[in-house]
């Protein structure tokens, strides 16, 4: 008999290409939500026969509770994620439901977690964070963990190319996380950090090189420290074309921290940047790229693993790591009652099949 999944905000750039992944790697049938008729419709009749469109505002917690109700498993994609509880994820859990979600942000992250305990007595599993970065990232990170004795410092690096194939609320997203300073684990301490500052130049795999990069407030930057014990977490992001970088940190620098946490405000800079991409991306390409180098111990002598991935579209590259999760969690295959990050949860060979199955590698060097 097919598993059931509901894939909120599943209308959307991101939702869509997750229902997608599960079409191909799964037998499931699919519920995607989202507010508006007309593009539900359009991306049901896309996807094909074995998804439904359901509109629901999550705002309607009774209509809310009656789609969780029905299904296997959750997968919350509708954010951003700066301005959601977590009442899907209560609901998940008393309704004894596993969950999953692309969730990108630390508030949002940080309150799943304290339902850990809930989601453990009810034998849900709940995993967070699950998409390109966080995500793949973080079971990177894990990756080049495993192959060191000793772990001291962790540095984790992204770029995206122009919108990266997703949509204007990932554009809001970038925005939200300018809004304040964030506290980094640097040298055994936490540390406060101003977002976009500190341009660091990183060499990435062809075709993006040497890239700068800027700290960036991610869940990563506080779960990899409870992960694992290390001194320092370092979490840097940037885009291409370069002049996007300098736009993004005049933003972060000169503009007033009361204006970025405006919402017309934050729409307004969502919004132009997204037609900017629009312009872009036929140049720049909507891919990604995610480099994890670890320093540490091995044998006794100072060692380093470093991990890159490479792919054409950053939409899809999300979705492949929320699908992986998924389908792990619908095949019986992942089972881990809590609420969990990645790297928690997800076993490295499990990570290395699944992107298998996807076409995606994971190139590692170590020294």
Same mark, same amino acid.
């Given at each position: 008999m097919a598993k059931h999944v509901l894939i909120l905000g599943g209308s959307g750039r991101i939702g869509s290409s997750v229902a997608a992944d599960l079409l191909a790697h799964t037998q499931a049938d699919i519920v995607i939500t989202g507010r508006t008729i007309s593009t539900g419709?359009?991306?049901r009749d896309r996807l094909g026969a074995r998804v439904t469109f359901l #509109?629901? +505002?999550?705002? +309607? !917690?009774?209509?809310? !509770?009656?789609? %969780?109700?029905?299904?296997?498993?959750? %997968?919350?994609?509708?954010?951003?994620?700066?301005? &959601?509880?977590a009442t899907v994820l209560q609901t998940c859990i008393e309704s004894g439901v596993n969950y999953v979600d692309i969730s990108d942000h630390s508030s949002f992250t !940080?309150?799943?977690? +304290?339902?850990?305990?809930?989601?453990?007595?009810?034998g849900v599993t709940? $995993?967070? #964070?699950?998409? $390109?970065?966080? *995500?793949?990232? #973080?079971?990177?990170?894990?990756? +080049?963990?495993?192959?060191?004795?000793?772990?001291? &410092?962790?540095?984790?690096?992204?770029v995206v190319a122009g919108s990266g194939g997703a949509g204007i609320t990932v554009m809001r997203t970038t925005f939200l996380g300018l809004q304040k300073p964030f506290q980094a684990w640097i040298d055994g301490q936490w540390?406060?950090?101003?977002?976009?500052?500190?341009r660091e130049l990183v060499e990435f795999p062809a075709p993006y090189g040497r890239t700068g990069v800027y700290w960036f407030d991610m869940p990563e930057t506080?779960?990899?420290? #409870?992960?694992?014990?290390?001194?320092?977490?370092?979490t840097k992001f940037g885009t291409i074309p370069d002049f996007y970088n300098y736009l993004t940190w005049s933003v972060a620098h000169w503009w007033h921290p009361w204006m970025l946490k405006q919402k017309p405000v934050i729409e307004f800079l969502a919004r132009v940047s997204h037609f900017m991409t629009d312009v872009t991306d036929h140049i720049s *390409? $909507?891919?990604?790229? $995610? !480099?994890?180098e670890v320093t540490g111990q091995k044998d006794g002598q100072p060692a380093r693993s470093c991990s890159t991935l490479v792919h054409e579209n950053t939409a899809i590259a999300a979705a492949c790591g929320t699908g992986s999760v998924a389908q792990l969690l619908l095949s019986g295959q992942l089972h881990k009652p809590g609420v969990w990050v990645v790297e928690q949860a997800l076993p490295t060979p499990l990570?290395?099949?699944?992107?298998?199955? &996807?076409? %995606?590698?994971?190139?590692r060097q170590a020294s």
């Open positions: 419709i359009n991306v #509109n629901l +505002d999550l705002g +309607d !917690r009774e209509n809310l !509770r009656s789609a %969780i109700s029905g299904s296997d498993l959750v %997968i919350h994609c509708a954010g951003p994620f700066h301005y &959601r509880d !940080r309150k799943a977690m +304290d339902y850990a305990e809930m989601a453990t007595n009810a709940a $995993i967070v #964070n699950t998409g $390109i970065f966080p *995500g793949i990232s #973080n079971s990177m990170v894990l990756q +080049d963990v495993e192959q060191l004795d000793e772990a001291d &410092r962790i540095h984790l690096s992204y540390q406060t950090i101003k977002p976009y500052s500190d506080f779960t990899l420290p #409870n992960s694992f014990p290390v001194k320092t977490v370092i *390409g $909507i891919g990604v790229a $995610i !480099r994890s990570f290395k099949q699944t992107l298998a199955e &996807r076409g %995606i590698q994971v190139q």
